[in-house]
Every structure is written in C-alpha cells, then in structure tokens.
C-alpha cells in the first residue's frame, strides 16, 4: 500500500506541467494552423482545453491542499485517469480535425505535434503505466488511423512512422513501468530496514524502552516543552536493590527476567506521554510531564509496592525483588533537565542509604515523601 502510495505521489509530482503544455502545445498548433484555413476548428478546440487544463489544476490544489484526503488512493487514481482521458481525448480530436484537411502541410505540422505531445506523456506518466499508454493511444490514434486510410503514399507514409513510435512507446513504457516499481519498492525496503536500525540504536535491547543516549535526547525536548507552556515536571529516577547479588548468585539470565520484569512493571503504570528509559545496569529514568511533585510520589510508590510484589521463579528459589526511588520535580531554579535528574539520583541514593525499598524526594522535608522514607 505505501509503495502505491509514492506511486500517486510521483504521479501528481511529474505530471504537474502537464496541463500547462497541453495548452502551449496547443497554442503554437493553432498559430501555425491559422494560415492554413482550420479557424473553425481551433477557437472552440483551444476553448475546450483551456477547460479541461483549469479542471486539472484544481485536481493538482486539491491533492497536493488535502482537501479531498477522505478519498482513498483507488479514488484519487480514477479521478486522475478521468481527467486525464478527457483533455488525452480533446486534443486527439482536435488533431484529427485539424489532419483531416486536403492540406499535407497541415497533416504533417498537426501530426508532428502529436507526437510531441505523446512523448511528453510518457514522462509526465510513466507512474502508472496504462494512463501513459491512454494519454498516447487518445492524442495520436484517431490521426493515425485517420491517415493510414488515405490514398496517398505520403499520408500512408506519415501513419506508419506514427505506428512505429506507439510500437516504441508500449516497449519503452513497459521496461521503465517495471524499473519504476523496482525502485520505489526499494526505496520503501531501505526506509522501513533505516526506521527498524534507527529504532533498534535508540531502544534497549533487553526490556524494550529508550536507551540512555535517546532517553536523554526526549528528555531534553520533553523538559524545553514544559518550560516554554508551564506545564510542572517530574523525574523519577529507579535502582534495583541488590541487582548485583541476584547476578553472582543466579546468574544474568536469572537478573535479565528481574530486568524485564521491573520494566512491566513501571511501564504499567505510566501515560503514553510518559518517558522511560534504561540509563545503564539496574538504573531506570522516567520523567512525568503534567505531573507534581505529590502526583510523582504517588507514582513512584504504587510502582514500587507493584515491583515488591514480583514473585521471580529461578530454578527452585523465589527472587524477592525491590527497587529504591527518587523522585524530583523541575522548579524554578532547575535550569536544564541534567540538574533535575541529579536531583533525582540524590534523593534515590539518600533512599538507598536509608534501608532501601523506599522512595524519596528531593525535598527532604516535603510531607509527601516522608509518608514513604
């Protein structure tokens, strides 16, 4: 679907001179013409085109405005294919008019610029093979057929090379029809393995949130956001106690499932707005964006009660697991979102120090955290 997708952008994006050479084209048919006795023919010719190019403009405003962007991609193809047959069909007609005269002179100019139009539709749709084929087939066909039944050798003549050029044109269309399609299709294969790469460089490998380098790079632009609107900020920062003792005792698998698990956790208990992120070993960041410093305590406490109720099984044991939390909230004296999380991993340690399993505050005398130290 993506790779349709680009191909109704390419389309739009190369056929959008399109209408204003079919007029200019058509121009410079009729003042060479004029000379040559077909007056009836062009005023309402050039009339009719003009129509169909202003129609066709405010398809391009309308695709490229969004303005019809209900319709699916199946739609906006029809209506292209649409318009496209109605100005293709305009100026095969005027042409055979303008051939159909005793004039050879006149035959061969009207005949030339048919063929000039046609080989401009190969490049103006080449996206999509079957309109460029339409758009030849429409414009050169009614003359050509027109001239290969005449008596004159000349004309038979003149038809022939017209045919020659449409054998040409459902060859040339047909090998850049496939070339096309390969390259978009690579094209949307490199984006989509450069989003999977980019994604796999930001996300930790093991629980699946941001790494330190994106976690900080979000948090940067997370902290300037509530900055600039005022909107209060808070960061909370997660250690697993004695996440090196579960590894020299049950081994890394055994502390990468505790991991995995504290990450459920915590994730579980957080907004899609939120930011988490794994900033090395067993060390967890979260910054909550709307949120104050009672809030965040909050928070910080169901998860920390939902962690203590990991149950672990490793082999014939039960792991017991608990994590120390510090919590922050960025006033106005936090100048950058380093100094909130500093502030953060001061009052995790301070919960450390004091016995583990708790969350503190960076305030130490903020009511709401001494309800957890």
Not at 254 to 283: F, N, Y
């Amino acid at each position: 679907m993506q790779v349709r997708t680009d191909q109704l952008q390419l389309l739009f994006r190369q056929s959008l001179p399109a209408p204003y050479g079919s007029v200019g084209g058509a121009l410079a048919l009729s003042w060479l013409q004029l000379d040559l006795g077909n007056r009836s023919v062009i005023t309402p010719w050039l009339i009719t085109l003009c129509l169909a190019a202003m129609v066709r403009l405010a398809l391009f405003r309308d695709y490229n405005c969004r303005l019809a962007s209900h319709l699916t991609i199946a739609r906006w193809e029809g209506v292209y294919f649409a318009t496209l047959v109605f100005t293709s069909g305009v100026w095969g007609v005027g042409a055979f008019l303008l051939t159909s005269s005793n004039n050879l002179l006149s035959q061969v100019i009207t005949l030339f610029f048919a063929v000039g139009m046609a080989g401009s539709a190969i490049s103006a749709y080449s996206a999509y093979r079957y309109m460029a084929l339409t758009a030849v087939g429409l414009v050169l066909l009614p003359t050509t057929l027109w001239l290969l039944i005449q008596p004159s050798t000349e004309q038979r003549l003149l038809a022939l090379t017209s045919l020659a050029f449409c054998a040409f044109v459902v060859r040339a269309t047909r090998e850049l029809s496939r070339a096309l399609q390969s390259l978009l299709r690579l094209r949307r294969e490199l984006e989509i393995q450069h989003s999977i790469a980019s994604n796999a460089a930001r996300t930790d490998d093991l629980t699946g949130v941001n790494n330190r380098r994106a976690f900080n790079e979000k948090a940067e632009t997370m902290f300037a956001y509530t900055r600039r609107y005022g909107v209060p900020l808070c960061a909370l920062l997660f250690d697993i106690d004695h996440f090196k003792q579960i590894n020299d005792t049950h081994g890394h698998a055994a502390g990468d499932k505790v991991l995995q698990a504290v990450v459920r956790q915590i994730k579980s208990a957080l907004r899609e707005a939120d930011l988490c992120g794994r900033l090395g070993g067993e060390e967890f960041g979260v910054l909550l964006a709307g949120t104050n410093m009672q809030e965040a305590v909050q928070i910080a406490e169901r998860i920390r009660l939902a962690v203590q109720a990991i149950k672990e099984p490793v082999n014939d044991t039960t792991l017991q697991v608990t994590i120390s939390v510090g919590v922050a909230e960025a006033d106005s004296a936090c100048a950058d979102v380093s100094t909130l999380l500093k502030q953060a991993d001061a009052a995790m340690y301070r919960a450390k120090s004091n016995g583990r399993n708790q969350v503190h505050s960076c305030y130490a005398q903020a009511p709401q955290a001494a309800a957890f130290q």
